[in-house]
C-alpha cells in the first residue's frame, strides 16, 4: 500500500514533504523547489491536494497545486499514482502543469507550459 505522507524527492533534489492524508483523501503539504522560473535560491511554496482511494488490488492516484510563494507568480498543478515495486520502494509518477501570468490576453499562448 502507498502512504502519500511523507518526504520525496524528485530527479532535480527539489523536496515535497506531505502531512497527513485525511480520511477523505484530502492532503497539505509544502513543496521546496530547487527549480524556478526566475533562477533563484530554492523556497517552500504551499500544497493542496487530495487522494483518490484506489480499487481492489490497484494504486492510489492523486493531484495537488502548488502555489509558488513569494518568488513566481505562477501556480503548477500535479496528478500521478503512487506504485510499490516488489522490494517495497514507493514511487510517485506524475504529469504537471505550470500557469505564469502573463499581461494579456494576447500572450495567453506561452503562460501555460
Known sequence: ???LSG???????SLMEISA??????FQGKYLTKVTLAGSCARASP???AQQQP???GWPTFAFTVRWDKFSNAT????GQCFVDMGGKETLTTMWLLRE???SLEEDWKATR
Open 101 to 103: 501570468a502573463v499581461g
Open 76 to 79: 503548477t498543478a500535479f496528478a
Open 47 to 49: 500544497l493542496t491536494g
Open 21 to 26: 492524508v485525511r480520511d477523505d483523501g484530502v
Open 55 to 57: 480499487g481492489e488490488g
Open 1 to 3: 500500500q502507498c502512504q
Open 7 to 13: 518526504l520525496w524527492k524528485n530527479e532535480q533534489d
